[in-house]
């Protein structure tokens, strides 16, 4: 099974602008959460995604928001980019535990991440 | 407030030695306890997880110890290899709690520890 792929791994944006991540689950996890790692705060949880809906939200400005497909592939999104989200965003997708496809494995699987610079 | 913490930032290890790590919570309603390993320029990958009506999990190498009363838990390598070398992240979560939804849960990371296995 292919892992969690994660487009672009580089981006370099300036102050104000906005960025668009994308991630691709393994093929059959229909969960997508994202993370932000920085130096600082470590790992940081964003949001979770699950059949289209935002179930879970951690505590991030407006400015970060997501949404996942039909496929479940997902896109985050940060508008007016500020200097301290310079940061590793990374995915992780899960996979379902028993029979209620909606009761996640508590197993992420995470993807190589997208290292976005801000200037 | 930092939910989960692991005090130590880095660890040197000699090869064919033990490596403990360790990682604290203050959240006693985590029922769930996931470590990752993660490689520079990659995510971090799922290692070992125990659940909290556990006290230890073993798997190959990796053995987890948790102790509830205390709130610490401990990951142990042995033997330690070079290719161990890494930054370990201790996560935790609570289904039940940080949740908005059926099934979905968030991981509260860590800082991470970087442990260096010397040959």
């Known amino acids: 099974k292919a892992g969690v792929t994660q487009t672009p791994r580089y981006l370099i944006k300036t102050r104000g602008q906005q960025v668009t991540l994308s991630c691709s689950p393994i093929?059959?996890?229909?969960?997508v959460s994202w993370y932000q790692q920085t130096p600082g705060q470590g790992l940081q949880f964003l949001f979770e995604y699950f059949s289209e809906t935002q179930r879970n939200k951690g505590n991030f400005p407006g400015r970060f928001s997501g949404r996942q497909f039909s496929n479940s592939r997902s896109e985050m999104n940060v508008s007016t980019l500020e200097l301290g989200d310079s940061a590793l965003y990374l995915c992780?997708?899960?996979?379902?535990?028993?029979?209620?496809?909606?009761?996640?494995?508590?197993?992420?699987?995470f993807g190589p991440g997208t290292r976005l610079t801000v200037t | 407030d930092q939910q989960v913490k692991q005090n130590s930032p880095s660890l040197s290890v000699q090869e064919g030695r033990i490596s403990i790590l360790n990682c604290d919570y203050t959240n006693s309603m985590f029922d769930y306890f996931l470590w990752y390993k993660k490689y520079p320029a990659e995510g971090p990958t799922f290692l070992i997880s125990?659940?909290?009506?556990?006290d230890k999990n073993e798997d190959g190498r990796f053995t987890v110890f948790l102790n509830k009363s205390a709130k610490h838990l401990s990951l142990h390598i042995v033997p330690s290899q070079p290719g161990d070398s890494a930054v370990y992240f201790c996560?935790?979560?609570?289904?039940?709690?940080?949740?908005?939804?059926?099934?979905?849960?968030?991981?509260?990371f860590g800082k991470g520890t970087k442990l260096s296995v010397i040959p």
């Open positions: 992780a997708s899960s996979s379902a535990r028993g029979r209620d496809p909606r009761m996640l494995s508590y197993e992420q699987y």
């Open positions: 996560a935790a979560s609570a289904l039940g709690t940080q949740y908005s939804g059926a099934g979905s849960y968030q991981l509260t």
């Open positions: 125990i659940s909290s009506i556990k």
């Open positions: 093929s059959g996890h229909r969960s």
